[in-house]
């Protein structure tokens, strides 16, 4: 098991537990949590939760480790939540099939690369992805991408939930209420996440290979109809085309975008020498792969959708899941039993937003910080069931209009932790403005520097609220990548006024729009505060 990385952590966490011994009711909460937490921990689960993975804590087995890193993203991009968004191209936003493969494809490239790119920070840092954020958010502006990134995780679970429930309520030939599969494919996510992060790698690698298998079958399964329609063209004028092509590449988008939310939280077990560009490229590859196949099978089968009667029917009766029994039941029992295995890449998918969400409330403070990551594994559980059942009718609308949204903050993000890195900290002339994370004495010689590769870091000081960075600048480039997103995003319940001005429709253009504002205006606002504050 983990030990905790940092005494300051362990005196912080004493600290609020005195506080709260005096508080009866409280105290007795803590004190049962914390008995599950030493039970758990007996069992071979994790018990740790955002604490640093110091270099002396890291496996050394890096092909163990590749190969489970591997397994995660193939299982938990490879199947049907990934490919949800895909189907949507053709079937919402009445894209031909040409336009949907270039949208979709191009889209879902973008969206590797960026979390490919966030990633890198795992190894090097010991840290979840959205705690070395605290290196340049700071101790209180961090709880705000981590609140983002903890809606997002809801979200993409609620699709999974609502799809799942869809997809058993068709195989048993209507007889399983959807509110049932809701509860079913949560309770099963839950009891995994529990456990932490090593036996959630051994769940994904050994899921991954049946799940990738059903991904490549469909595309036999499916053969004798779609390519009878691969003239389809665009609905609407010029303009209209050019809107929804821009909307679905929002979407695409962000379905692989926002793994850069959670990427190196999976990545804390590698040794902290490890090759950046080998993370970069084993990351997107990993990623990529699954996605963009799932992708091309997804604009196949939805561009067909829209003119094979049969499936069309199926899809308007019962959403996707109808969709998906009505293709898979071409092989009858035995495409029953695939479609069975293919809801596993629902739970998959489910487990790793369930982990790391919790560990976005924990790093949110207050409150939820007493509580153990495990506990907050069942918070995040229990939120995003509940917000399936409410929403079990209404999937096309929470993936089309709910889902672009995150790809808005993952640009931002990206945006900041990009030009922190290659302006601020690559740069040996800017990096003298750091006084007081590399300086052992504040305003002196920066002797911690040395030894540090590009781009230069001090985790150590990740909970030291007296050298981490006020946060103000990436708080104000943040609010700026809000307004463009706002000025750009077409959903149906806001169109902002740029996203109006192309086609009858609109046109998503919220996350170009968040990267330029926060790109233009972060570089000077971290200078005066770096020049103002040395931190």
């Known amino acids: 098991m983990e030990k905790k990385a940092s005494s300051d952590l362990e005196l912080e966490t004493d600290s609020k537990i005195s506080e709260t011994e005096k508080r009866g009711p409280v105290s007795k909460l803590l004190n049962g949590l914390n008995y599950v937490s030493k039970k758990l921990d007996s069992f071979g689960g994790e018990s740790t939760g955002i604490e640093r993975v110091s270099p002396d804590q890291r496996r050394t087995n890096m092909t163990r480790i590749i190969i489970h890193v591997m397994g995660l993203w193939l299982s938990g991009c490879g199947g049907i939540t990934s490919m949800s968004s895909f189907f949507l191209g053709p079937l919402i936003f009445g894209l031909g099939f040409k336009d949907s493969m270039i949208s979709g494809l191009v889209s ?50 609620v699709t999974n939930c609502v799809l799942g429930g869809q997809i058993l309520y068709s195989v048993s030939k209507d ?11 949560s309770m099963i996510s839950l009891v995994i996440a529990i456990f932490g992060i090593r036996i959630l790698l051994h769940t994904e690698t050994l899921i991954s290979i049946p799940v990738f298998t059903v991904l490549i079958l469909l595309y036999i399964i499916g053969s004798n109809e779609y390519p009878n329609y691969l003239n389809t063209v665009s609905i609407g004028n010029t303009m209209t085309i050019r809107g929804n092509f821009l909307s679905f590449f929002a979407l695409g988008f962000s379905v692989t975008a926002t793994w850069g939310g959670c990427a190196s939280d999976y990545y804390t077990l590698l040794p902290e020498n490890t090759n950046q560009l080998f993370v970069f490229f084993m990351t997107f590859f990993a990623i990529w792969i699954p996605s963009f196949t799932g992708a091309v099978l997804s604009i196949l089968l939805g561009n067909a959708a829209t003119v094979h009667e049969p499936w069309l029917e199926a899809y308007t009766n019962n959403s996707l899941g109808g969709l998906l029994h009505e293709i898979f039941s071409r092989w009858n029992g035995f495409g029953m039993f695939l479609l069975v295995i293919f809801f596993l890449s629902l739970i998959t998918n489910n487990i790793i937003n369930t982990y790391s969400g919790a560990l976005e409330l924990q790093l949110i403070g207050g409150p939820l910080s007493y509580f153990p990551r495990w506990f907050l594994s069942v918070v995040m559980v229990v939120i995003f069931m509940v917000c399936s059942l409410a929403g079990r009718d209404q999937f096309a609308t929470i993936l089309s209009n709910f889902l672009p949204m995150l790809g808005y903050w993952i640009s931002i993000y990206f945006t900041l932790l990009l030009e922190e890195n290659v302006i601020f900290r690559s740069n040996k002339t800017l ?37 981490l960075t006020h946060g103000f600048a990436s708080s104000l480039a943040f609010c700026f990548g809000v307004v463009g997103a706002i000025c750009g995003m077409c959903q149906v319940y806001y169109i902002g006024p740029i996203a109006s001005k192309i086609g009858s429709h609109g046109a998503d253009l919220g996350m170009w729009l968040a990267i330029g504002f926060t790109a233009v205006t972060y570089p000077v606002f971290r200078y005066i505060e770096l020049k103002k504050f040395g931190r």
Request: with cysteine; charged share 20%; hydrophobic share 40%.
């Open 108 to 157: 879902c490239t973008l969206g590797c690369l960026l979390a490919a790119y966030c990633s890198t920070m795992g190894p090097r840092s010991g840290l979840r992805q959205i705690v070395s954020a605290r290196l340049f958010f700071g101790p209180w502006a961090v709880r705000f991408p981590a609140l983002i990134s903890a809606i997002g995780f809801v979200g993409w679970s």
């Open 175 to 185: 007889k399983l209420p959807i509110e049932i599969g809701i509860v079913i494919i």
């Open 431 to 467: 990096i003298k403005l750091y006084q007081y994370e590399f300086s052992t004495i504040p305003g002196e010689k920066q002797d911690l520097l040395e030894g540090k590769s590009r781009p230069y870091y001090n985790f150590e000081i990740y909970l030291s609220r007296d050298r």
